[in-house]
């Protein structure tokens, strides 16, 4: 069975810094991985979408890397601003169709 | 609005009672999904739809829980007999199924909130 964590799980930093938020998978076997925003009551808006075979992406300020043979991805932020803060969610898919199978998310507060 | 939406948005009823929700997906999306989030954790998936049929159940979906998509389009899901273990935020995706067999990401709705007395 697929399950995924996030480290930390919760983040405060002052804006302006770069930070790295941590996603680990326990079966390689994926199909992709997305990193999702979502805001307090609200739903899921996704940031980054990375295939299996791509080992990174790139958004504006962000870059989501992949090392599936590890299990690992990482979200980098650049930069960061206060309306960056949200919860950050990591979710793998294992195969065409397949329902996300989602982290518990990291809770990021960048402070003025 | 091209987006997903969910209504109603927020849901209070008393244990015992029933509820539905319903979803709205993207137009051109032929994939339906149903999600359930509790505070403080990521969503769960519960069940999902291809066009009208559904093709998978999670076991988080009890006998009381019951999902439908009966003309392909909007999908309905319904909680019997609620309990307060039912609370939490209900969340709807859809994505669309392409001819070469390749499955496009899932957008998601807002959430219908649910808070079980």
């Known amino acids: 069975k697929q399950e995924v964590t996030q480290i930390p799980a919760a983040l405060s930093v002052p804006e302006g810094e770069n930070l790295v938020l941590n996603c680990s998978f326990t079966?390689?076997?994926?199909?992709?991985l997305q990193w999702f925003r979502q805001d307090p009551g609200k739903g899921l808006t996704s940031l980054l979408l990375?295939?299996?075979?791509?080992r990174e992406q790139t958004s504006g300020r962000l870059n989501a890397s992949l090392d599936k043979s590890s299990g690992r991805s990482t979200l980098y932020i650049a930069a960061s601003q206060p309306g960056d803060s949200a919860t950050y969610l990591c979710?793998?898919?294992?195969?065409?169709?397949?329902?996300?199978?989602f982290g518990p998310g990291t809770r990021l507060s960048v402070l003025p | 609005d091209t987006g997903v939406s969910q209504n109603p948005r927020h849901k209070i009823t008393k244990r015992g009672q029933n509820v539905t929700f319903r979803c709205d997906p993207i137009?051109?999306?032929?994939?339906l999904y149903w999600y359930r989030q509790t505070l403080g954790q990521g969503p769960e998936f519960l069940t999902y739809?291809?066009?009208?049929?559904?093709?998978?159940k999670s076991r988080l979906l009890s006998d009381r829980f019951s999902a439908e998509r009966p003309k392909g389009s909007f999908s309905t899901l319904e909680i019997q007999r609620t309990e307060q273990g039912d609370s939490a935020m209900y969340l709807c995706a859809s994505s669309r199924l392409r001819s070469t067999g390749r499955v496009e990401t899932q957008y998601f709705g807002p959430g219908t909130r649910l808070l079980v007395l």
């Open positions: 739809f291809q066009n009208e049929a559904q093709l998978e």
């Open positions: 990375i295939q299996s075979s791509q």
């Open positions: 137009s051109e999306h032929n994939r």
């Open positions: 979710a793998v898919r294992r195969n065409y169709g397949q329902n996300f199978v």
């Open positions: 079966d390689s076997a994926i199909y992709n």
